[in-house]
Nanobody, 116 residues
């Protein structure tokens, strides 16, 4: 069973920065993509950023230029560097993993709150 454990969330002021981490453990078949999604209160879960096994990245328009996704394949870890944070970035951030056999896994989520 694959488990994803996120860390790094917290409270930050507008304009500040945070780095989220997500570590995959368990029996992981070859990873296709890892990524981050978020869900704000009253809203649907939305894509933030993804990164493939060959480092192709994809970002939501709302975070382009402010967030950077990266990964360490050997450690089965994905990171999300968030800067110039805005109030509207407040959400629960979920880690996601998709493997080459079509399985999808989710972490439990980590809260990011941007507030002055």
């Amino acid at each position: 069973q694959v488990q994803l454990v996120e860390s790094g969330g917290g409270l930050v002021q507008p304009g500040g920065s945070l780095r989220l981490s997500c570590v995959a453990s368990g029996v992981v078949f070859k990873i296709l993509t890892m990524g981050w999604y978020r869900q704000a209160p009253g809203k649907e879960r939305e894509l933030v950023a993804t990164i493939t096994s060959d480092n192709y990245t994809n970002y939501a328009n709302s975070v382009k230029g402010r967030f950077t996704i990266s990964r360490d394949g050997a450690k089965k870890t994905v990171y999300l560097h968030m800067s110039s944070l805005k109030l509207e970035d407040t959400a629960i951030y979920y880690c996601n993993l998709e493997d080459f056999v079509g399985s999808t896994y989710w972490g439990q989520g980590t809260q990011v709150t941007v507030s002055s």
